[in-house]
Structures are given as structure tokens and as C-alpha cells.
């Protein structure tokens, strides 16, 4: 594994075994004592080109309770780079400052150029229509917590499957497991081919007795070349209270969050939904993301 984390491509079950067996330790200890000094002297830059609330807070949070500390740069219009300076400058920069680079950028494969000039570990953080990898292995993990296991499961993707980044990792790294994976998309929205052949269901009805898991995705407005595009797709699909009934007793309700009307608030106090628990542990894969590149 590189010390750099650019894509689910790079992990085996094995070092995903060990990561989560961090996570869980570190959930332990700020459940128990809110953080630890572990990291104590190390900085992270935050470097987001694209809006981010969960992202970048819970890598700053990460970061603070493991004793460390962070640059926030959340909004480059304030920053060099609306004065035109390029990736690789802002971070042969910040690398000046920090021990570890998290980055978010609009074009499809940024990370992976900003780690071929860095000295210092980047850690991928949405790379446009690309990949989330960190995203994918908190969504892996709060399946493991949610369900007890991950081999034999149903696991329903739902939504914008073709611009959507976290179900790009997410389906690669369910790829690694023995899970049955049911794709729910209009025509439109589906998985493009180099996610492998997945079968597309245009209906909702057919998979909902069916998934243990149904991961839930907003249509990405931003990727869209015009407004009429948008609101052609948008809506498509709507989890309210009685969708959410339909499901298996056990069946977990999951989004990578912003929801923009695609879940129901009457869905959230439904033992189903563990999308506020899924944000909780993205804080502590996180933590062990960020000891992971710095022990290298
Ligand atoms: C996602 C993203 O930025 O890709 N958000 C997140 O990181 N939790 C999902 C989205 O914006 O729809």
C-alpha cells in the first residue's frame, strides 16, 4: 500500500481488517476519554475545492482527537488559488506546513496528481465524478456495525450511480466481499461499465423486501450540463416512512448525506435509518485513516 490514500483500488480485506480494528479502538477511546495524544505535533491541511461539511469537520475532528491539529483552507476563493496558482503549487505549499494533505477537488483523478508532487501522504477526500475512498470504508464499516457482516448480505444502491463518487468506491470495495449487489437508477443514472455489469433495476418495488442494505444517493446537481437534465432525474426516487416499512425488519437505511428530499425526515426515527450513526463513524475511520499515514 502506498502512504498515500487515492482509491479503494489500493486496499485489501486484509489491511481493511486492520484499519477497522483501529477504528473500533479508537471509538473506545473517545467514547471513553473524548480523544488521545497519539498524533500530538502533526498538522493536516484541509484543502477543499468542493463545498464539504461531513468531510472536512470530521477529518479536522479526527485530527484534533488524536491530539493533532489542522489547516482549514474549506474555501480557495480566499486562498492562492483564486489568484490562480495550480494544484501542484498550493500543494508543494501547504506541504511547507503540514504532515498530511486532505483533499477535495472537482476533477476526476486530482488526488492522484497532487501525490505525484507531494512529499507528504494525501488522502483523497472526493475527487469529482472519481472515487471517496475514505468515504466508502466508514460506509463498509458502519455496515459491519449495522449488520454484524458484510459476506452474504443484499446491498441495494439507489440514486445518481453514474456521478455519484461514494458509490464508485463503495461498489468496488464491496467488490472484495461476497455481496449481492442490486442497483436501483433510472437509465440515465446508471453505474457506467468500468464499475463491471451490474444489474440495473429502474423500480424500487423489485429489490425493497430484498436488501439488507439500501444505500440511498443524491441526483448530483452539479454535474449536470443544464437544469432540465436535472430536474428530469431529480425525485426520481423518494424514501419516506412507508417505503421504509417495506424493508426487512434488520434492513439498514444508508446516505453519504447532504439528503436533498430523497429521504423523508419521518424516516429518521425509523430503526432503519443509521445515517446519523454512519457521519458518527466516519470520525472514527478517520482517526485510523490518519494514523495509518502517519506511521508510514
Ligand atoms: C458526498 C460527496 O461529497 O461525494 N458527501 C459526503 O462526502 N458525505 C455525497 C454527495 O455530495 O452527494
Redesign the pocket.
Known sequence: MTKHILSIDQFTRKDIEKLFKRAEHFKAIVEKDGGTDLLKGHVSANLFY??????SSSFAAAMYRLGGNVIPINDVQYSSVSKGETLEDTVRTLEQYADVIVL?HPDVGAAKRAAGVASVPIIN??DGVGE?PT?ALLDLFTIFEEQGRVDGLSVAMLG?LKN???VHSLAKLLALYDVELLAVAPNELAFPPEYGKVKTYESLDKVIDKADVLYV??V?KERFASLEEYEKVQGSYIIDGDVANKMKKSASIMH???RVGEIHFDVDANPRAAYFRQMRN?LYVRMALLEQVQAN
Open positions: 468542493e463545498p464539504s461539511t461531513r468531510t477535495r477526500a472526493g471517496h468515504q445518481d455519484g463518487r461514494t444517493t443524491r448530483q453519504p448525506l447532504p466516519g
